[in-house]
């Protein structure tokens, strides 16, 4: 079975610019969270979609926002980019709405911005 | 008070020895609780759950609970150096969905 699918792996970016990225959660998945990770800050949670709904959201600015696909495939993007959005997001799913399962993650995404 | 706490360490263990880390939470309602191991460079990989208070062992790795005292472990016998790696704790809060990570303590295993 394969795993959670993040694209890309890699991104640089400048200052104000906007990105997007993606993830496939493990097949039979539906609920997909996303998390922002720094060395200074540790694994920060961002948002969480289930059935195309966004269900829980981090303190992060509105320049953070997601969104969910029919087929449980997630987005996140990020607008108006600052030197301090450098980081690894990872996205991680789970089977269902059980709020007891363990949560898989990705590889991640590693943006950088200048 | 954070939410959940690990010491960042890093815990230094010779190999063979057994090491042991530690979590706090704050909720205690917290219901579920889990360990990821995560290599340098690397994303988070699931070791262990817990959900019952007392031990759960999988090969090397035994999870502890405590929730009277609010506190998960994790004890890896026979520790080699290729367990060298940030050990991270999370915790499922009560009425959320959210998952609370520790910031992770780092582990050393010296050959």
């Known amino acids: 079975k394969a795993g959670v699918t993040q694209t890309p792996r890699y991104l640089i970016k400048t200052r104000g610019q906007q990105v997007t990225l993606s993830c496939s959660p493990i097949?039979?998945?539906?609920?997909v969270s996303w998390y922002q990770q720094t060395p200074g800050q540790g694994l920060q949670f961002l948002f969480e979609y289930f059935s195309e709904t966004q269900r829980n959201k981090g303190n992060f600015p509105g320049r953070f926002s997601g969104r969910q696909f029919s087929n449980s495939r997630s987005e996140m993007n990020v607008s108006t980019l600052e030197l301090g959005d450098s980081a690894l997001y990872l996205c991680a799913s789970r089977p269902d709405g059980n709020s007891n399962q363990p949560q898989h993650f990705g590889d991640g995404t590693r943006l950088s911005i200048l | 008070q954070k939410e959940v706490e690990q010491n960042s360490g890093p815990l230094s263990v010779p190999e063979g020895a057994i090491a042991s880390l530690n979590c706090t939470y704050s909720?205690?309602?917290?219901?579920?609780f889990f360990w990821y191991r995560q290599y340098s460079g690397k994303s988070p990989e699931l070791i262990m759950s817990?959900?019952?208070?007392g031990d759960k062992e999988d090969g090397r790795f035994t999870a502890q609970l405590n929730k009277a005292s609010q506190y998960v472990s994790l004890l890896i016998r026979d520790s080699q150096p290729s367990d060298s790696a940030t050990y991270l704790c999370a915790v499922k809060g009560t009425g959320t969905y959210k998952y609370i990570f520790g910031t992770g303590t780092r582990l050393k295993v010296l050959a």
């Open positions: 817990i959900y019952s208070n």
């Open positions: 097949s039979g998945h539906r609920s």
């Open positions: 909720d205690r309602g917290s219901q579920s």
